[in-house]
């Protein structure tokens, strides 16, 4: 049997956790938009044309920021086009996903949208085909209430108070050969401190996120993000890692370990970034925004065919992988790993949140559902708020075909000190093995366990439909909390949520 201990104790902190870290993204993209959020003339869809079963999915996630509109769909956008009267608004080709955006919504819609949700927007400027003042156009269009051109197109198109947009990324993935207008390191660096300076001028409230690597496998990595912050430095507020992973091999042990490799990208980072700190003798700290992250691979060779075969199509089926149950393990990991990296991580994005590599999904003519991914995020979004802890953690290791000394079981603390609540996140990632599993809370007086939630399942390959959910949270009951220290069994391959409170 794998084993684990776990010694929590209130002063050890990490840090605050920053809401930010459960935020997500839409993108133009597939039927994330349209037939996703959007869709007038469904059964459920509102005044503004907004499904309101997605909007209740959407909601019990407590999304607290949403990036927008891209993704690799930005550096061809054309702002100017998705506002004013929506009889005015021109289609456009879209070359990173080869479809037709007829512009129906736009930026004043998702702004409206969003109101709805209770999220914030995180906004993505052009920096492909387009460059600096289109960027201070579309900020002074956003946040400014000035007697200038944008700020009045603005208020003309009824829209009186500016969105005041606080979190801006200075392009997507320009790193990325396959973007529109992929850049050097060094015409990138460039382009976007230059861009930046202005914008900062333009809103000095306003947050900068300097484009990073698309993944830790980038050819690049790390030399880009040394070069592009040696410009951007002073004048950006955040670095963004983008990372998806897939199980294409078919090896579960393995693809439970590739958070492995997620920390190994973010450490690098945090590394590149204080040395370009050092250099500069700044006092300034940046942080991280992991603005892209998920599973994807399932829907790939298919996504490909059709953008190939059948391209400058209205919304069509896109990147709608079908996740199962090994797919949340990983997500479950994933959200662990941020955790335990709250000092230097302050926002990531699951990319995506509708339709598009989604915890959400919906059907043209039904309803709306929840993948199996839904419910790991849902419950570190709704528990995982307050005081990451620096606990002591010792786990039984295992190798796997591609990493090794994997920890059987990974885990994670947060304190909410206000609701006097602390939530244990653990998952036991042995294939093999169940795992032991204690935890010393004895510095948590007073507490006792509120709900024990599960994920568990002995079908990795098992996933959910709008027929019906297979995986769900179960409630457990087996388990010993006395004299502080708490003991169960982590199934193996399972996701455990351990809640403890005073009232
Ligand atoms: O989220 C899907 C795509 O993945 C985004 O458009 C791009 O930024 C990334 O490569």
């Known amino acids: 049997m794998a084993k684990a201990k776990m010694l929590l104790d209130k002063d050890f902190k990490i840090a605050e956790v920053d809401k930010r870290i459960y935020g997500s993204f839409i993108e133009h993209l597939g039927r994330a938009v349209y037939n996703g959020i959007y869709q007038p003339g469904h059964a459920c869809a509102d005044e503004d044309g907004f499904r309101k079963d997605v909007l209740e999915l959407v909601k019990e996630l407590e999304v607290p920021i949403i990036r927008y509109p891209g993704g690799n769909f930005v550096s061809n956008f ?55 003042s289109d960027a201070l ?24 108070e500016p969105y005041h947009i606080k979190t801006w990324c200075l392009g997507n993935e320009m790193d990325g050969p396959w973007q529109t207008g992929h850049k050097t390191a ?137 996740y199962d149950f090994e797919d949340a393990i990983l997500v479950g990991l994933i959200l662990v790993t941020f955790l335990k990296h709250t000092d230097r991580l302050k926002m990531a994005c699951l990319a995506q949140l509708v339709n598009v590599i989604a915890p959400i999904m919906t059907e043209n003519e039904g309803g709306a559902w929840k993948q199996t991914i839904y419910y790991p995020f849902l419950h570190a979004s709704k528990f995982g708020r307050g005081t990451a802890l620096q606990s002591v953690v010792h786990s039984t290791m295992h190798d796997s ?59 990795m390959k098992v996933t959910n439909a709008i027929t019906g959910e297979k995986v769900t949270p179960c409630r457990k009951t087996q388990y010993q909390l ?22």
Request: with cysteine; proline share 2%; charged share 30%.
């Open 137 to 160: 156009n579309l900020l002074e269009y956003c946040n400014l209430d000035a007697n200038s051109h944008y700020s009045a197109l603005r208020r003309n198109h009824g829209v009186q």
């Open 482 to 503: 006395s004299d502080g220290i708490f003991t169960a069994n982590l199934k193996k391959c399972s996701w455990n949520v351990i809640r403890f409170g005073r009232k």
């Open 186 to 322: 060094a015409e990138y660096g460039r382009l976007a401190a230059e861009t930046a300076k202005a914008m900062k001028v333009m809103d000095p409230s306003i947050e900068l996120v300097s484009c990073g690597s698309s993944s830790v496998d980038m050819p690049t990595f790390p030399e880009w993000e040394a070069v592009t912050l040696e410009e951007t430095y002073d004048y950006v507020d955040y670095i963004s890692l983008h990372n998806y992973y897939g199980n294409a091999e078919n090896d579960t042990e393995d693809f439970f370990a590739k958070t492995q490799d997620m920390e190994r990208f973010i450490h690098t980072v945090i590394a590149t970034c204080d040395y370009i700190k050092a250099k500069k003798r700044s006092k300034k700290t940046l942080n991280l925004s992991f603005d892209e992250w998920n599973v994807w691979f399932h829907a790939t060779q298919s996504d490909n065919e059709e953008m190939e075969k059948h391209p400058w199509q209205i919304a069509p089926h896109l990147l709608e992988d079908i």
């Open 78 to 132: 054309f702002w100017e086009d998705s506002v004013g009267p929506k009889a005015d608004r021109k289609p456009r080709l879209d070359l990173a996903w080869r479809t037709l955006e007829t512009n129906e919504f736009g930026l004043g819609e998702f702004a409206k949208w969003t109101k709805k949700a209770g999220a914030d927007i995180m906004m993505a400027v052009n920096l492909g085909t387009r460059g600096i």
């Open 401 to 459: 075909s591609k990493h090794s000394d994997v920890t059987d079981v990974e885990s994670v603390a947060v304190y909410n000190e206000e609701k006097e609540e602390v939530t244990i996140f653990a998952v036991n990632r042995s294939v093999k093995e169940d795992a032991l599993f204690e935890a010393d809370v004895t510095c948590f007086e007073g507490y006792h366990v509120i709900e024990y939630l599960a994920l568990e399942n002995d079908d």
